[in-house]
C-alpha cells in the first residue's frame, strides 16, 4: 500500500479552498492507496516516511520562498517529491518567461524592475505589474499611462519588500477570450479550462481577487496544444514533470501566448473535470512506485 502525502498549506479563515483535495484523498484511498494531507511547513512531519510527497496546495509559499524552496530540497533528499526540488525552485521565479522567450516560445511579453532599476513604464498603452513570485494575483494589478503615480506607488511598496516587479502589456484579448489553463500529466494532455480577467480596471494591487473567474470547460486548439508543449520542451533540464499547467492568453494578433508555466502546485481544477480523476490517480501511483 502506498503511502503519499499531499502537501498543502494552513489555511486561514479567508484564504482560498483547495476543492480538489478532497477528491483526490477519496480517490487515492479507493485505489488502495494510503494518502493524506499534510502541511509542507510542520516540522514534526517525517517525510521520509512517505512512498511520495505530492506537492498541491502549498499557497502560502510565495510569501516565504527561501524556506519553501529549502524545504522542497529537504523533501527530495528523504523521498520522491513531484514535481523535482529543481524545478521548484527554477519555477517559483517568474523570471523564467524570459528563458522561455529565449527560447522561442511564444509568452506575454515581460520586462523586470529590480529594487535600485529605473522606472521605466508603457506610455502608450494598458500594462499590467505583478511580483515575480506571486499567486491569486497578490501584488498584481492593471494601469493606464495615466495612472503612472499610483503605479509608481505600487512599485515603490513591492521594492521595499524586496520583491523584483513584472511590467506586461495589458493583453486586450484575455477580456474576450479569457485565460486557459491546459493541464498535462508526464507531458500528456489531460484538459483545459477558460476563465475570465482577473484584474479589472483601478482595482488596488492589494486588494483581494477572484482567481478563477467564470471557470468552465474549455476545448484546446492544435494552436494553443503547440504552444503548452512548447513550453514543457523548453523548462531546463529535460525533468520528468508528473504535472504541468500552462496558462495561455491571446496576444494582440489573435495567437496563444504563455501567461504562465504553473509548475509548482498548481490548482488542477479536478472538481470542473471530473472524468479526468482516474488517469491522475494512476499517474500519482504510478509516481508513488517510481514507474
Given amino acids: 500500500m502506498p503511502h503519499i502525502a499531499l502537501a498543502t498549506y494552513r489555511r486561514g479563515p479567508e484564504d482560498p479552498e483547495d476543492r480538489d483535495l478532497p477528491l483526490l484523498l477519496s480517490a487515492l484511498g479507493a485505489a488502495g492507496a494510503r494518502a493524506e494531507a499534510v502541511h509542507w511547513d510542520d516540522p514534526g512531519v517525517d517525510w521520509a516516511s512517505f512512498d511520495l510527497v505530492l506537492i498541491r496546495s502549498t499557497w502560502d509559499y510565495t510569501l516565504r520562498v527561501a524556506e519553501f524552496t529549502a524545504w522542497a530540497e529537504r523533501c527530495a533528499r528523504l523521498t520522491r517529491l513531484a ?78 519588500e524586496g520583491l523584483t516587479a513584472m511590467v506586461q502589456p495589458y493583453l486586450k484579448a484575455i477580456d474576450v477570450t479569457g485565460e486557459r489553463p491546459l493541464l498535462f500529466l508526464d507531458g500528456e494532455f489531460v484538459h483545459a479550462s477558460r476563465k475570465g480577467a482577473v484584474l479589472t480596471p483601478g482595482t488596488p494591487y492589494d486588494a483581494r481577487k477572484v482567481a478563477h473567474p467564470g471557470l468552465e470547460g474549455w476545448e484546446p486548439t492544435e494552436a494553443e496544444l503547440a504552444v503548452a508543449r512548447a513550453a514543457l520542451a523548453a523548462v531546463p533540464g529535460d525533468p520528468a514533470l508528473l504535472y504541468a499547467r500552462v496558462d495561455l492568453v491571446d496576444g494582440d494578433e489573435g495567437e496563444p501566448r504563455v501567461m504562465e508555466l504553473e509548475l509548482v502546485e498548481p490548482n488542477l481544477f479536478l472538481w470542473l473535470h471530473p472524468d479526468s480523476m482516474p488517469v491522475v490517480t494512476e499517474r500519482i501511483l504510478r509516481a508513488a512506485a517510481g514507474a
Fill in 83 to 160: 514535481n523535482p526540488a529543481p524545478v521548484v525552485r527554477w519555477n517559483t521565479d517568474k523570471r523564467y518567461l524570459g528563458e522561455l522567450a529565449a527560447a522561442g516560445v511564444p509568452t506575454v511579453p515581460t520586462r523586470y524592475l529590480a529594487p535600485g532599476d529605473p522606472v521605466e513604464l508603457p506610455e502608450d498603452r494598458e500594462y499590467v505589474i505583478k511580483p515575480t513570485s506571486g499567486a491569486g494575483s497578490r501584488y498584481a494589478a492593471r494601469y493606464t499611462p495615466e495612472a503612472r503615480e499610483r503605479a509608481v506607488g505600487h512599485l515603490e511598496r513591492m521594492h521595499a
